[in-house]
């Protein structure tokens, strides 16, 4: 069973996780926040929802809204009623949030994972139809906080031009990168896992990642002879990724090298359609699809919601209801490679609706 568990003196997620699903009996439902975002978000959250249902709605959903639909319902991408609501919960399943590049509005992916220390972003990908790589079945386990996402930028004006210089300050602390690597060994321990490769750039950014990887290497000697542990730079990753994925078990990245390889892992197994993300922290986890609103197919029905389904599995395995997420998984497998019902994505014709009717008429054979 996949575990989501905070540790290193940060016992207050078990405990929120061991409340939730103490307190999930077949006729009470496990308070979750609701989040359909963006674009696409809103179709695969319905599809979700619906598997879910046909699950037997282990979730009692608190609907709020987020990102472009925040500013619509509330002014704020990041509305104090949705912050409100996942405090209270402690647990969320999001759709895509829409961030506007340049000016605007701060992420509201960013924003949400500060407000609730949500400290690692663990990105499983494993194959589930066989195509140009077989048998791909990596975890990328992603510090949340610091880097270049702190995104500390401004500009420095030369002459006329008030923008001549840009700047940006990446920040990762000796204790952060420290907690996300016990966090990566420990998910190793719980999951079986053998190896985990930490993935820099202490080259070129001696101290920004040279810091994570001297602290990872420190974390790594506490589980010697239990997982294995390698580095390596982060554009030779990026052509192992390519060329043999099968060398890699877990990766542990610094924040921005996260968010580039695991839309790359992502690409292995099928696209940004396959790829589910759990963001953990010590208040909260919030699972969501890798993926962003996709505006180019917003709308027309033809989303892949395998991601979204994926995170509900893992937001299951999270709550202790292992047994829900394996049906789930099953289910989705058999769907794409027994029924052959696939999205567009995949080569498929289906609708974004068909293919979730097709997991719940296999659910109900189940
Ligand atoms: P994107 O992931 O939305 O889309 C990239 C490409 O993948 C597009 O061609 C899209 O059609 C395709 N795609 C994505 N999800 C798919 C799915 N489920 N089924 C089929 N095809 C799918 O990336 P983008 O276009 O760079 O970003 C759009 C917006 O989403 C931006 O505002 C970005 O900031 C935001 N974003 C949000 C999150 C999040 O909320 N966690 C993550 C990434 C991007």
Redesign the pocket.
Known sequence: MTCFLAHEGKPRLEQTRRKTFMAHQPDKRIPATLIP?????PE?VEATVKVLDALGRPFEWDVQQA?MAGIKAAGDPLPAAALESIRERRLAL????????GGGFR???VRLREAFELYANVRPVKTLIPGRYDDIDVVLVRENLGGFYVAHEYYVPIGNDPQAVAVSTGINTREGSKRIARFAFEYALRNGRRKITVVHKANILKALTGIFLEAAREVAKDYEGRVAVDDMIVDACAMQLVLNPWRFDMLLCTNLFGDILS?QLAGLVG???MAP?GNVGTDAAIF??????????AGKG???????LLAAAMMLDHVGLGDAARRLHAAISATLNIDKVR???LNGTASTRQFADAICHRLAGT
């Open positions: 975002g963006d674009g696409i978000g695969v990102g999001k759709g895509p949030l829409t961030t506007p590049i992420s509201s992916n839309d696209g940004l359609g993300g969501e699809a890798v993926h962003g609103s996709a505006p180019d197919i033809i989303a892949n919601p395998i991601s979204l999205t567009g994505d």
